[in-house]
């Protein structure tokens, strides 16, 4: 059975880092590309950033590029975080993790698989 959970969420002052992880089970990296998203209410989800399955690239949102880090976690093959640093207020929001094959689509349905988000509050 196909599952992604994510972890590390919380509350963080502006300024600050965290690190997300997303531990998945029933599929490999070998075939799946992890995402790494966001969404506010009342907004559209938007991709922050991706790992592929064929070479282990990663991109970012122009918004993060620069001060997260998505990698593959070397002590538990099944996760991967995103190591979020220099944290703005408009960096709130539910962040998901979600799995497609291979490649990083642009188009959110080809993701085929979501996690259930975890919840980061950038606050003083």
């Known amino acids: 059975q196909v599952q992604l959970v994510e972890s590390g969420g919380g509350l963080v002052q502006p300024g600050g880092s965290v690190r997300l992880s997303c531990e998945f089970y029933?599929?490999?990296?070998?075939?799946?590309?992890i995402g790494w998203f966001r969404q506010a209410q009342g907004k559209e989800r938007e991709g922050v950033s991706c790992?592929?399955?064929?070479?282990?690239?990663?991109?970012y949102s122009d918004s993060v590029k620069g001060r997260f880090i998505m990698g593959r976690d070397t002590a538990n093959k099944n996760t991967v975080y995103l190591q979020m640093n220099s944290l703005k207020p408009e960096d709130t929001d539910v962040y998901y993790c979600?799995?497609?094959?291979?490649?990083?689509?642009?188009?959110?349905?080809?993701?085929?698989?979501w996690g259930q988000g975890t919840q980061v509050t950038v606050s003083s």
């Open positions: 979600a799995a497609a094959a291979y490649l990083c689509p642009a188009d959110l349905t080809e993701y085929d698989y």
């Open positions: 029933g599929f490999t990296l070998d075939y799946y590309a």
């Open positions: 790992i592929t399955s064929l070479d282990g690239s990663t991109i």
